[in-house]
């Protein structure tokens, strides 16, 4: 029997207008956004599942819900200490590099939600953060800079579940206008597919068992038209699915 992780919801959405954010907010309201799960809560909240030995990751789009977070992760490892716990940031969209280099210090992990650069970078750029903060949203080669492991998500259903586009996401940084979302923050091909392959492995502590194809682990795999690692950032969503391998079954991608 494996325990899996506990996930607090700490505050909202960028795009919404109610992920917590700190100064100077919102380009157009201001400082505005709400607390999901109330900052006086999360520490009790929190600190019993740390006590207890599980792993908690919280959705924290704004970089004041993650202050938050990681001022609540220092204060139970003070009261409880415990090496190898992986608390994790999801999300992470505004994080900071201080905020990175804490994460680290801390022995946190980022699970960033690459697709957002895609799906509402332009709406970031222009309404909600203007240029500097777009441009260091989802800070995944800061993260890395800073020790930091990460994964990436597509948070489905609010974007479509497809690992090969959210790692080509997180390598471009390409809005749907054509906009570059800060070039300095691109992956490489190789760093984006280690992010979706054992990076979320790791931070599920499943990594003994899944994440890369190795004996002794699962035999859990997708079977693919090309080699990744040889394809462009942008060609990386172009790669062909043919079927994936689950627990040494075969199963065949629709329409192949």
Not at 50 to 59: E, I, L, N, R, S
Not at 88 to 113: D, E, K, P
Not at 120 to 127: C, L, P, Q
Not at 144 to 154: F, T, Y
Request: proline share 5%; with cysteine.
């Amino acid at each position: 029997m494996r325990f899996g992780f506990v996930k607090f919801v700490v505050d909202g959405s960028n795009q919404g207008f109610t992920a917590q954010q700190q100064e100077p907010g919102y380009l157009e309201f201001g400082r505005e956004g709400m607390w999901v799960t109330p900052p006086e809560h999360l520490p009790n909240l929190f600190g019993a599942y740390h006590a207890a030995g599980f792993t908690a990751h919280a959705h924290c789009n704004g970089d004041a819900a993650t202050e938050l977070y990681l001022n609540t992760v220092e204060n139970a490892l003070e009261e409880h200490p415990r090496w190898n716990h992986r608390h994790t940031v999801t999300h992470s969209q505004l994080s900071t590099a201080a905020q990175y280099r804490r994460m680290a210090a801390l022995g946190m992990c980022a699970n960033i939600f690459s697709n957002h650069i895609w799906y509402y970078g332009d709406i970031h750029y222009e309404r909600v953060f203007g240029p500097d903060r777009a441009c260091r949203m989802n800070a995944a080669a800061t993260a890395l800079r800073h020790g930091v492991s990460i994964s990436l998500h597509s948070d489905t259903p609010i974007t479509p579940m497809d690992p090969l586009a959210t790692a080509s996401y997180a390598a471009t940084r390409e809005t749907q206008s054509g906009r570059i979302l800060g070039e300095q923050e691109r992956l490489s091909v190789a760093e984006a597919l280690h992010a979706i392959t054992i990076g979320g492995a790791y931070q599920l502590k499943m990594d003994q068992d899944v994440g890369s194809i190795e004996a002794g682990k699962f035999a859990d795999f997708a079977i693919l038209g090309s080699d990744p690692l040889e394809a462009t950032p942008a060609g990386l969503r172009d790669v062909k699915v043919y079927g994936t391998v689950s627990g040494g079954r075969h199963f065949p991608a629709r329409g192949v």
